[in-house]
Nanobody, 125 residues
Framework: QVQLVESGGGLVQAGGSLRLSCAASGRTFSAYAMGWFRQAPGKEREFVAAIKWTTSGTYYANSVKGRFTISRDNAKNTVYLQMNSLKPEDTAVYYC??????????????????WGQGTQVTGSS
Protein backbone atom coordinates (compact mmCIF):
# COMPACT_ATOMS: atom_id res chain seq x y z
CA GLN A 1 0.00 0.00 0.00
CA VAL A 2 1.19 3.51 -0.83
CA GLN A 3 0.69 6.41 1.53
CA LEU A 4 0.85 10.05 0.48
CA VAL A 5 1.28 12.71 3.12
CA GLU A 6 0.98 16.39 2.27
CA SER A 7 2.43 19.25 4.28
CA GLY A 8 3.15 22.94 3.93
CA GLY A 9 -0.32 24.42 3.79
CA GLY A 10 -1.31 27.52 5.71
CA LEU A 11 -2.59 31.07 5.61
CA VAL A 12 -0.82 33.54 3.37
CA GLN A 13 -1.60 37.06 2.20
CA ALA A 14 -2.42 37.70 -1.42
CA GLY A 15 0.78 37.87 -3.41
CA GLY A 16 2.62 35.62 -1.00
CA SER A 17 4.15 32.17 -1.50
CA LEU A 18 3.84 28.69 -0.08
CA ARG A 19 5.50 25.39 -0.89
CA LEU A 20 3.55 22.19 -0.51
CA SER A 21 5.26 18.84 -0.14
CA CYS A 22 3.92 15.35 -0.69
CA ALA A 23 5.95 12.44 0.63
CA ALA A 24 5.18 8.99 -0.72
CA SER A 25 5.89 5.84 1.23
CA GLY A 26 5.17 2.18 0.88
CA ARG A 27 6.91 -1.10 0.43
CA THR A 28 7.82 -0.40 -3.17
CA PHE A 29 6.81 2.99 -4.39
CA SER A 30 6.85 3.44 -8.13
CA ALA A 31 4.77 5.98 -9.92
CA TYR A 32 4.27 6.99 -13.54
CA ALA A 33 3.20 10.44 -12.45
CA MET A 34 2.11 12.51 -9.51
CA GLY A 35 -0.29 15.38 -9.43
CA TRP A 36 -1.86 18.10 -7.34
CA PHE A 37 -5.56 18.79 -7.23
CA ARG A 38 -7.58 21.22 -5.16
CA GLN A 39 -11.11 21.59 -3.93
CA ALA A 40 -12.61 24.84 -2.73
CA PRO A 41 -15.75 24.94 -0.55
CA GLY A 42 -18.84 24.28 -2.62
CA LYS A 43 -16.83 23.51 -5.76
CA GLU A 44 -15.71 20.37 -7.50
CA ARG A 45 -12.17 19.10 -7.28
CA GLU A 46 -9.97 20.53 -10.01
CA PHE A 47 -6.62 19.73 -11.53
CA VAL A 48 -3.70 21.98 -10.60
CA ALA A 49 -0.47 20.40 -11.84
CA ALA A 50 1.15 17.06 -12.66
CA ILE A 51 4.64 15.73 -13.26
CA LYS A 52 5.85 12.54 -14.89
CA TRP A 53 8.18 10.74 -12.53
CA THR A 54 10.89 9.68 -14.98
CA THR A 55 10.85 12.36 -17.67
CA SER A 56 9.85 15.31 -15.45
CA GLY A 57 7.33 16.41 -18.02
CA THR A 58 4.99 18.89 -16.38
CA TYR A 59 1.41 19.99 -16.90
CA TYR A 60 -0.47 22.93 -15.40
CA ALA A 61 -3.98 24.25 -15.22
CA ASN A 62 -4.30 27.57 -17.02
CA SER A 63 -5.33 29.25 -13.79
CA VAL A 64 -1.95 28.55 -12.15
CA LYS A 65 0.40 28.57 -15.12
CA GLY A 66 3.27 30.98 -14.55
CA ARG A 67 2.60 31.15 -10.80
CA PHE A 68 2.89 27.53 -9.61
CA THR A 69 5.75 25.11 -10.22
CA ILE A 70 5.64 21.35 -9.67
CA SER A 71 8.85 19.43 -9.10
CA ARG A 72 9.98 16.12 -7.65
CA ASP A 73 12.86 14.58 -5.75
CA ASN A 74 13.14 10.94 -6.78
CA ALA A 75 15.55 10.07 -3.98
CA LYS A 76 13.07 11.30 -1.39
CA ASN A 77 9.94 10.08 -3.19
CA THR A 78 8.60 13.58 -2.74
CA VAL A 79 6.77 15.96 -5.03
CA TYR A 80 6.54 19.70 -4.40
CA LEU A 81 4.23 22.48 -5.44
CA GLN A 82 5.77 25.94 -5.24
CA MET A 83 2.96 28.47 -5.23
CA ASN A 84 3.82 32.12 -5.88
CA SER A 85 1.66 35.20 -6.31
CA LEU A 86 -1.13 33.52 -4.42
CA LYS A 87 -4.65 34.86 -4.87
CA PRO A 88 -7.71 34.55 -2.66
CA GLU A 89 -9.23 32.29 -5.32
CA ASP A 90 -6.40 29.79 -4.74
CA THR A 91 -7.96 29.03 -1.36
CA ALA A 92 -8.75 25.33 -1.23
CA VAL A 93 -7.76 22.00 0.21
CA TYR A 94 -4.87 20.74 -1.89
CA TYR A 95 -4.52 17.02 -2.52
CA CYS A 96 -1.55 15.05 -3.76
CA UNK A 97 -2.21 12.04 -5.98
CA UNK A 98 -0.14 9.28 -7.60
CA UNK A 99 -0.69 7.31 -10.78
CA UNK A 100 1.00 3.91 -11.02
CA UNK A 101 0.95 3.13 -14.73
CA UNK A 102 0.68 4.99 -18.01
CA UNK A 103 -2.23 7.34 -18.51
CA UNK A 104 -3.01 9.33 -21.66
CA UNK A 105 -4.12 12.27 -19.58
CA UNK A 106 -2.98 13.36 -16.16
CA UNK A 107 -5.53 16.09 -15.63
CA UNK A 108 -8.37 13.81 -14.54
CA UNK A 109 -8.61 12.81 -10.91
CA UNK A 110 -10.19 9.49 -11.85
CA UNK A 111 -6.89 8.45 -13.46
CA UNK A 112 -5.01 8.47 -10.15
CA UNK A 113 -4.64 5.48 -7.86
CA UNK A 114 -3.59 6.99 -4.53
CA TRP A 115 -4.53 10.17 -2.72
CA GLY A 116 -3.27 12.08 0.27
CA GLN A 117 -5.42 13.47 3.04
CA GLY A 118 -5.16 17.06 1.86
CA THR A 119 -3.70 20.27 3.24
CA GLN A 120 -5.51 23.60 3.57
CA VAL A 121 -4.23 26.64 1.71
CA THR A 122 -5.88 29.97 2.44
CA GLY A 123 -5.05 33.11 0.54
CA SER A 124 -6.28 36.23 2.31
CA SER A 125 -7.09 39.46 0.54
Amino acid sequence: QVQLVESGGGLVQAGGSLRLSCAASGRTFSAYAMGWFRQAPGKEREFVAAIKWTTSGTYYANSVKGRFTISRDNAKNTVYLQMNSLKPEDTAVYYCAARRGYASTLTLGQNYDYWGQGTQVTGSS
